[in-house]
């Protein structure tokens, strides 16, 4: 099973940046996409970037232009760049990698790894 730690969160001031990160306990080049998710207070996991081409329609509006996901093979981490915080960005944010053909029947390898998640707070 490969192992996802996200890090990087915290107490932030609206309008700053942070940026989390995700290591993997394997090279991050055996696995084919990443993205980062956040589960705000009172409401369902959102897609909030991702390396993918497909699936972007569902990120928030308030979110695009503003978060960037990236990866460093040399450094094995994947990240999330988040600009100009606001109250609202408030939440704990998943990292995960999945198989590029995650859900179609028949088709190999598939998997679907979560982190634990990191919180991240934004005061106003």
């Known amino acids: 099973q490969v192992q996802l730690v996200e890090s990087g969160g915290g107490l932030a001031q609206a309008g700053d940046s942070l940026t989390l990160s995700c290591a993997a306990s394997i090279p991050i080049y055996g696995l084919d996409v990443f993205a980062w998710y956040r589960q705000r207070e009172g409401k369902e996991r959102e897609l909030v970037s991702t390396?993918?081409?497909?699936?972007?329609?569902t990120i928030p509006g308030s979110v695009k232009g503003r978060f960037a996901i990236s990866r460093d093979q040399g450094k094995n981490q994947v990240y999330l760049q988040m600009n100009n915080l606001n109250s609202d960005d408030t939440g704990v944010y998943y990292c995960n990698a999945r198989s590029r053909h995650y859900g179609q029947p028949h088709v190999r390898p598939s998997y679907d790894y979560w982190g634990q998640g990191t919180q991240v707070t934004v005061s106003s």
């Open positions: 390396e993918s081409d497909t699936g972007t329609d």
